[in-house]
């Protein structure tokens, strides 16, 4: 089910919209608690986003005042092609005066990656306290409605306590860490990003679904107490 959704002309209005949105939570939560937590997603869809928010918003975010974390990461060595963190170093967190102290990546250099895991919940809860309420978080979604690394059929998906899982995933890079539903589903804002025409299908399937948190789509099943929205452009909405 999609709640609601925000359809735009093309990828760049999306982009724009998103930003200014994104701009006007960040500088009520910075005015409200004096700082502004932020999940980043993974994949390739954000890059557009962190473009405009280099070249146009650089002087507009508190950034200084935020603090981003991960969505998600593949299990790879941070310089990995595949890594989240290397895309939004490369494409963001290196090109906007962001203090390194503020950047959160996942952890992938530990043995076991149910350890690093762990430290990284331990990591989120020393910045969020005992309760993940993001301010935003960005979601992608896959084409068989995965989001972050929660996929179908995922024992991941049951997980009620723990903020942090390691999972094997059918996709590149198996190994991952992702996000479990109760940090997703405790966010003031969602913003779940799908552009063009090979998202139309999953999107419209997602709308059809009614079944909430017992969706076979795993992105369904994000229905938090906040606010969730869904940003499309017009080649991926129904
Ligand atoms: C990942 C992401 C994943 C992504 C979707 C959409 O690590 O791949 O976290 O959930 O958001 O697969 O990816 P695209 O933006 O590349 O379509």
């Known amino acids: 089910m999609i709640r609601e959704a925000r359809v735009y002309a093309d990828a760049r209005l999306l982009a724009r919209a998103v930003t200014e949105e994104t701009l006007r939570i960040m500088l009520q939560a910075v005015v409200e608690r004096g700082s502004c937590n932020v999940c980043l997603s993974g994949g390739t869809t954000p890059k557009s986003l962190n473009e405009l928010w280099t070249e146009e918003y650089a002087a507009r975010f508190p950034w200084k005042q935020i603090q981003f974390f991960f969505g998600d990461e593949r299990y790879v060595p941070a310089d990995d092609a595949r890594s989240n963190f290397r895309m939004a170093r490369e494409t963001l967190l290196t090109r906007v005066p962001i203090p390194p102290e503020n950047v959160h990546p996942m952890p992938t250099d530990f043995e076991r990656p149910a350890d690093a895991a762990a430290a990284y919940e331990s990591e989120m809860r020393k910045v969020l ?4 309420e993001f301010d935003i978080v960005f979601l992608g979604v896959g084409p068989e409605g995965h ?32 996000l479990t539903l109760p940090v997703l589903n405790s966010a003031r804002n969602v913003f779940f990003l799908a552009e063009g025409s ?5 999107v419209a399937a997602i709308r059809r679904d009614h079944e909430g948190d017992t969706s076979v789509y795993p992105a369904a099943r994000v229905i938090s107490a906040g606010h969730v929205i869904w940003y499309l452009d017009q080649a991926a909405a129904w």
């Open 198 to 202: 090979k998202k139309r299908e999953i």
């Open 129 to 132: 306290g005992e309760r993940p």
């Open 147 to 178: 989001t972050a690394s929660l996929f179908p059929d995922s024992p991941a998906l049951a997980e009620k306590k723990r903020w942090v899982v390691a999972v094997e995933v059918p996709a590149e890079t198996p190994q991952r860490l992702t």
